[in-house]
């Protein structure tokens, strides 16, 4: 059983990570969150628009688009039946099942079980020959999405935690002795001494330690490392610059699942999942959680544009 008794310090990194996850995912207003209509979409890049919006008439971004955005829009397009951009109806079934794909991959706690859902169903939509087919397989993706949409509300992840004891600080005079002294000089180059951070607990398989630069004013991002004592070896776990992490209430390999929010700008952020894959932390799922608009509800609405992911074999 995990001693919760005197688990301060980490309730501290979760209350850091809460303000992490404050400045890096979308605001919810009071009223339940609605499905967008496609002109309440109009955050983001070219790119976003295109990937919600294929049929978009490029002309409201330039008056005169060049050849790299009439190519941008003909990829975006490629592999829709010749007739969808012609029903206005379908256009809008199509914004609607797109939003519904990413925003709920943004939702979800396991993107990466979600986004091979996703790629399957684009497998299909991509065998469509008419519209009929694709307003059928369209019709199919927001009955099956939209529940998951709607009923959603992101959180920052606020698992069991990874210590099974309490968490100790770690006086800065014991540091090098624990670490090393290359270990130590590499984290102090990061941080600079005075804001380094380092905690150790037990965990479930071995002497884990956790250290961290402390962040101060309006900054959200720090680097963050994770490093296990197994047999008086020290092996890393984690290293990140865009921490601090969450812990997720899955699990991989018998340690819990972790996950990062980086900001690159206020409606821009990137997202990346970790899983243990027996020896040390991997990423497994990233991408970027773009601010697209609002709902009727004034809800903030985003997506999850560029998906990339990398299986680790849980056992």
Known sequence: MRNTAASGLEMLRYALAAYAFATAFPAFADGPLTLPRSEQATGGYLSTALLLKP????????????????????????????????????????FKARFLQYASIAAVADPWNLGAKV??????????????????????????????????????????????????????????????????KDMVDACAPE?????????????????????????????????????????????????????????CNGMPDLMTAARVSMGEHYVTYYRYDGARYQSVYAYTAMGVGTDDNGNDLAIAQGGQATRVVCR
């Open 195 to 251: 804001s380094l951070s380092i905690q150790t607990c037990q965990g479930a398989q071995g002497r884990l330690v956790f250290a961290g630069c402390t962040m101060s004013g309006n900054q959200v991002n720090a680097p963050e490392w994770l490093y296990r004592i197994r047999n008086a070896k020290l092996e890393s776990l984690l290293d990140i610059d865009d921490g601090p992490s969450g812990v997720l209430k899955t699990t």
């Open 55 to 94: 049929c978009l008439d490029i002309r409201e971004w330039s008056p005169e688009p060049d050849d790299t955005l009439l190519k941008q829009v003909a990829d975006a397009r490629k592999g829709l039946p010749p007739e969808t951009c012609d029903s206005p109806a379908l256009v809008e079934k199509l």
């Open 119 to 184: 790629a399957a169903q684009n497998e299909v939509i991509g065998r469509c020959h008419d519209t009929q087919c694709l307003d059928r397989e369209l019709d199919a993706v927001i009955a099956a999405l939209s529940p998951l949409y709607l009923n959603s509300r992101p959180e920052w992840p606020s698992g069991p935690g990874l210590c099974t004891s309490k968490i100790v600080e770690v006086a800065a005079t014991k540091v090098r002795a624990l670490l090393g002294a290359k270990v130590q």
